[in-house]
C-alpha cells in the first residue's frame, strides 16, 4: 500500500513541520538515514546487516518511499548477480543536522527509553 502523501498543507502553524515529519514517518526511515549518513554507500544487505529487526519487505518499502521522497538515490548496477546501491540525495544531506541532533539529544537521554515519564 502507497503512502498517502499531502498534496497541499493549509499553512497554518506546524504545517511545515507536519511536511518535514511526514517525509519521515515510518519507523526505519530515520535509522536508514543515519546509517547512509555515518556511511556514505550501502547495499541493502549492509541495511539488512545494521537494522537486523527490519524485515526485508518493510526495508524495500521504506527504501522505497525515502527514493521516491528525493531523500536517496539508488543506483543499479548491470552485474549478475545484480548489485544494488543506496546514497543520501543532495536534499537527503541536509538533513544531516536533524539526524546529528536527534542522536545527540537520544545519547542524552537514553535512560528514558522504555520508561513512563512521570509529569
Not at 497554518?12 to 507536519?18: A, D, F, L, N, R
Not at 525515502?66 to 537527503?92: H, M, N, Q, T, W
Request: proline share 6%.
Amino acid at each position: 500500500m502507497a503512502k498517502i502523501k499531502h498534496s497541499r498543507f493549509d499553512c497554518t502553524p506546524g504545517c511545515s513541520v507536519e511536511a518535514a515529519i511526514g517525509l519521515l514517518e515510518g519507523k526505519w526511515k530515520s535509522i536508514v538515514l543515519w546509517h547512509l549518513l555515518t556511511d556514505e554507500v550501502l547495499r541493502f544487505s549492509e541495511l539488512r546487516k545494521r537494522i537486523p529487526v527490519v524485515t526485508p519487505n518493510v526495508l524495500t518499502r521504506q527504501l522505497r518511499e525515502l527514493e521516491e521522497d528525493g531523500l536517496i538515490v539508488r543506483k543499479v548496477f548491470a552485474e549478475v548477480p545484480p548489485r544494488v546501491e543506496y546514497r543520501l540525495s543532495p536534499l537527503g544531506k541536509t538533513l544531516a543536522p536533524i539526524l546529528e541532533a536527534l542522536k545527540a539529544w537520544g545519547d542524552e537521554n537514553i535512560d528514558l527509553y522504555g520508561k513512563a515519564i512521570q509529569m
